[in-house]
């Protein structure tokens, strides 16, 4: 299937490594261009130059998501040199299950207000697009019990309240807005690896909770995202689409 995406232009945060650097893989992929940012400016600079091999347009910069200046610039910057923006992908999280205040206000800061920002900055770019898409990344932690009465749950499930509403709010203007809620996904080197190093009790008795058998990869979640943020999903709009091999047990209506 064409997802006619190719020459469109896509704002990825936190996309480097992980979900968000399957993101940009598969949009670059299918034409797209692509904007991305993460903290560390070398990260950056290679991402870049492995995208471009794609045939598209990377651009890319260091970005503290928190700093409002920092993620204005981005954004700016991005829109000038890729001709516009069509598709928002808020993806960067603080992660983590550190429920300390530091820990609320962390998850807070990058979560749910970073997304609520690049919101604001890319609509009017958005709203110039003719297939003006945001697809926000937020986790099946949001659904159910899940690690505890950790911040990461809490403000994943504050974006899916956000990006249902926010669809009601932008459907006038053209712009779509949809979810994506990851099960356990298992990246090279990311979370899921980590404890199945340090805590393989956790691990194995997590994926024995998932009636497919296994963990899903970035590129799955990736095919989502880009199908989601295509025109060929031209009339979903406040939809959240759950990925997780059966592992959230609440029936799906």
Not at 105 to 119: C, Q, S, Y
Request: charged share 15%; hydrophobic share 45%; net charge negative.
């Amino acid at each position: 299937m064409d997802l006619e995406l190719t020459g469109k232009v896509a704002l990825v945060t936190g996309s480097t490594k992980g979900i968000g650097r399957a993101i940009v893989e598969r949009f670059a992929a299918e034409g797209c261009h692509v904007g991305i940012c993460a903290r560390n400016e070398g990260e950056v600079t290679q991402a870049v130059a492995e995208l471009q091999k794609h045939g598209v347009k990377v651009a890319g910069s260091a970005v503290d998501v928190a700093s409002a200046d920092s993620m204005q610039a981005w954004i700016e910057h991005c829109a000038s040199a890729l001709g516009g923006i069509d598709i928002f992908v808020p993806n960067v999280s603080a992660g983590g299950a550190d429920a300390s205040e530091d820990g609320w206000r962390a998850n807070f800061e990058v979560d749910m207000l970073a997304t609520w920002r690049g919101v604001q900055l890319a609509t009017p770019y958005l709203e110039q697009s003719d297939a003006g898409s945001i697809v926000v990344i937020s986790s099946t932690a949001a659904l159910e019990a899940f690690a505890g009465a950790v911040p990461y749950s809490a403000l994943k499930a504050a974006l899916l309240n956000y990006s249902g509403n926010l669809a009601q709010d932008m459907a006038p203007k053209g712009i779509r807005v949809n979810a994506v809620s990851p099960g356990p996904i298992f990246i090279d080197g990311g979370a899921w690896d980590n404890i199945k190093q340090a805590m393989p009790e956790i691990y194995e008795g997590t994926v024995a909770a998932i009636p497919m058998g296994r963990m899903g990869s970035g590129a799955e979640v990736a095919d989502a995202v880009a199908f989601l943020a295509s025109p060929r999903s031209s009339f979903t709009t406040g939809t959240n689409m759950v990925l997780d091999g059966g592992f959230t047990k609440r029936l799906q209506f």
